[in-house]
């Protein structure tokens, strides 16, 4: 009886995510919101001789914010992806990037998000009808999650990133024209990017050539990069992979030790291994 009452309360906001804006202008297909980019290259090849240095990810010809660079060469360098390709979304920028399992990208998009700004989700959201959340808590929140595909309220398909906070990737679609929601996705206004009840919104073409196959075979993470938290506290395993430099320069590690000094690569390298099994 609780279970069936939990799912019928989680329906709710389900479907508060689902309601969406009105058609572009003529001319304006979705498909030009996003990028795509070369995908399926292995990792190169280090060449014979050289030396050991950090992984970094690939973002070809696209320019990333500088905390989506750094988590996502942390990711790179640390293999916290476990061998799967792997999303960040960028919430200042209100972007979406997808990764293949070698840290390259595949293709970026503008994603709608929660109204509110926040990191958290307030605890039991996922359990509310949808009229009961207020506007300041409709978040997006901040972390990394293992998410898989399922199925909304609505038996539409979609990818859970926090199933108990009722948080979701999802198409766009167009069922209400007061959102105006395909319109906000063409903008290049962050704030114009802030509308839902805290799911992220990609373009249907999107969602269809990059998000869904990401997760066709199996859970992948998705890294929410936080807006008022620093990054260390949301990803409590990160470690600036750009700190890491050659034998005998020495490295300043500002992520770890609160900022102590690390005098080797290898002190550096036992510290990420730490890292990697919190």
Sequence with gaps: MRANMTQALRSGLLA????????????????????????????????????????????????PSPD?????????????????????VDKKFATLYVFDAHAALRGTSPVLLGAAVGDDSVPGIGTRPIAQVQPHERTTPAGRFVAERGHNALGRDVVWVDYDAAISIHRVVTSNASERRLQRLA???????????????VP???????????????????????????????????????????????????????GARVSSV?????????????
């Excluded at 550096?268 to 919190?278: D, E, K, L, N, S």
């Design 16 to 63: 508060g995510c689902a309601v969406l804006g009105m058609l572009l202008p003529a001319g304006l297909a979705p498909a030009l919101l996003w990028q795509a980019t070369q995908a399926g290259q292995a990792e190169p090849a280090r060449p014979a001789g050289a030396t050991p240095g950090p992984r970094t990810a690939r973002f070809g010809t696209v320019q």
């Design 68 to 88: 989506a660079r750094r988590l996502a060469d942390w990711v790179a360098d640390s293999r916290d992806n476990a061998g799967s390709g792997f999303v960040i």
């Design 187 to 201: 903008t290049r206004t962050v704030a114009d990017k802030r509308i839902s009840y805290g799911c992220i919104n």
């Design 204 to 258: 249907v073409a999107f969602y269809e050539s990059h998000i869904r196959p990401t997760f066709a075979s199996g859970r992948a993470p998705v890294y929410v990069l936080p807006e008022l938290k620093p990054m260390q506290q949301v990803f409590r395993a990160y470690y600036d992979v750009a700190a890491v430099q050659r034998p005998g320069a020495g490295v300043v590690d500002g992520k770890h030790g609160e």
């Design 266 to 278: 290898a002190e550096f390298a036992h510290r990420r291994q730490g890292a990697r099994q919190q």
